[in-house]
């Protein structure tokens, strides 16, 4: 078997694609999935580099999401999955670590199937994305039709997911992205308030429209305050990432008097089952989400698509100016599995309401 190991911590050239032992057959409860593309997240860039330990009996192979076909199912697991998989299905899975690989096992309840109309390979930018937004933004935070959501991040992958889903539920969404290129794509997808980070003051401009209901955030400590002051009376702030810092002060005052509630939440780390487990929301995405998608009111956004083998590429890409969406890896091993028919392009989406603009 073939994955992408690491040399040590640092850049891209840290990254190469290489002979390893291949995985045991499938626990108690467990899938093994041949690997036909992998997506690339801002945990895997903070991993390589030396930041984002695994979690413990996690290998060091990176990778939080795949796409694929069941390649071997372990015992017992009926009573470990919401659905029935066989081998030669089509699926694509959480993962706490090891997708950038050929084959990779997975516990049945964070395997999904690839919803009707998306394409094997872009079904690959879904497990993370949807996992996370929906955890968030509405199992945590409650968001509802009527309420303003603001996104930061709005052209990442968690980014263009929320946008969607965030229309679908009926809400106003605003965005903060740092290119006008950015920007213009986040309103294809339904957003209307645009902010660009380098210009405005996303606080002065949320603040002036009443506040964010809910504000999802990838940056922490460096939009704490504004975040506050950006809230709504009885707003939910929910942080996702540090990438603005992991410490910062916050106002103790400005957060009762809005009756304001924070979450700091992680999904990589969290239990296999129970209360609060990836099994539940897994088991809530496929319940909720997985109608949209296959409704067409949210679609897969896909900035680019990378041979694995050409890794290194594929990081850098996450931070290009351009780069919208979800930036994917195939896996040459796959090509053995017949292609599907791609119901309706997977790189742009339609408004929630159907029009063309």
């Keep these: 078997m073939h994955a992408?190991?690491?040399?040590?911590?640092?850049?891209?050239?840290?990254?190469?694609?290489?002979?390893?032992?291949?995985?045991?057959?499938?626990?108690p409860g467990e899938i093994t999935i041949e690997v036909a593309a992998a997506g690339v997240n801002r945990a895997d860039v903070m991993q390589r580099a030396g930041f984002y330990p695994p979690p413990p009996g996690t290998g060091d192979i990176l990778g939080l999401e795949v796409s694929g076909v069941v390649a071997?199912?372990?015992?017992?697991?009926?009573?470990?999955?919401?659905?029935?998989?066989?081998?030669?299905?089509?699926?694509?899975?959480?993962?706490?670590?090891?997708?950038?690989?050929?084959?990779?096992?997975?516990?049945?309840?964070?395997?999904?199937?690839?919803?009707r109309g998306v394409d094997l390979i872009a079904a690959a930018a879904l497990p993370e994305a949807?996992?996370?937004?929906?955890?968030?933004?509405?199992?945590?935070?409650?968001?509802?039709?009527?309420?303003?959501?603001?996104i930061h991040g709005g052209g990442s992958g968690i980014g263009t997911h929320a946008i969607q889903i965030g229309r679908a539920l009926g809400a106003e969404v605003a965005v903060t992205a740092g290119t006008g290129y950015k920007l213009e794509r986040c309103a294809e997808l339904g957003a209307t308030?645009?902010?660009?980070?380098?210009?405005?003051n996303f606080a002065d401009v949320i603040g002036e429209l009443g506040g964010a209901n809910v504000i999802l955030d990838i940056i922490g400590a460096g939009y704490l305050s504004r975040n506050v002051a950006a809230l709504a009376t009885g707003g939910q702030l929910t942080i996702i990432g540090l990438q603005g810092g992991a410490t910062a002060e916050l106002d103790l005052?400005?957060?009762?008097?809005?009756?304001?509630?924070?979450?700091?939440?992680?999904?990589?780390?969290?239990?296999?089952?129970?209360?609060?487990?990836?099994?539940?929301?897994?088991?809530?995405?496929?319940?909720?989400?997985w109608p949209l998608i296959e409704g067409g009111s949210v679609r897969p956004v896909v900035a680019a698509t990378l041979p694995i083998t050409d890794v290194a590429r594929a990081h850098t890409e996450l931070d290009s100016p351009r780069s919208v969406g979800k930036v994917l890896l195939t896996v040459p091993s796959i090509v053995t599995v017949p292609p599907i028919v791609t119901v309706a392009p997977t790189d742009t989406v339609p408004p929630a309401d159907g029009r063309n603009h």
């Design 253 to 289: 005052g400005a957060t009762l008097f809005k009756r304001a509630s924070i979450h700091v939440t992680n999904l990589r780390r969290r239990p296999r089952t129970g209360a609060g487990s990836k099994a539940e929301i897994v088991a809530e995405v496929r319940r909720r989400v």
């Design 130 to 150: 949807a996992a996370t937004v929906w955890s968030n933004v509405v199992m945590t935070a409650g968001l509802r039709g009527g309420q303003r959501l603001l």
């Design 4 to 27: 992408v190991t690491l040399s040590g911590f640092g850049g891209p050239e840290v990254m190469a694609w290489t002979e390893v032992a291949d995985v045991p057959a499938p626990g």
């Design 72 to 115: 071997a199912v372990g015992t017992d697991v009926d009573e470990f999955s919401a659905g029935d998989f066989a081998v030669g299905d089509r699926v694509c899975a959480l993962l706490a670590g090891g997708g950038y690989a050929e084959r990779v096992n997975v516990p049945a309840t964070q395997v999904l199937p690839v919803p």
């Design 193 to 200: 308030t645009l902010i660009d980070y380098h210009e405005q």
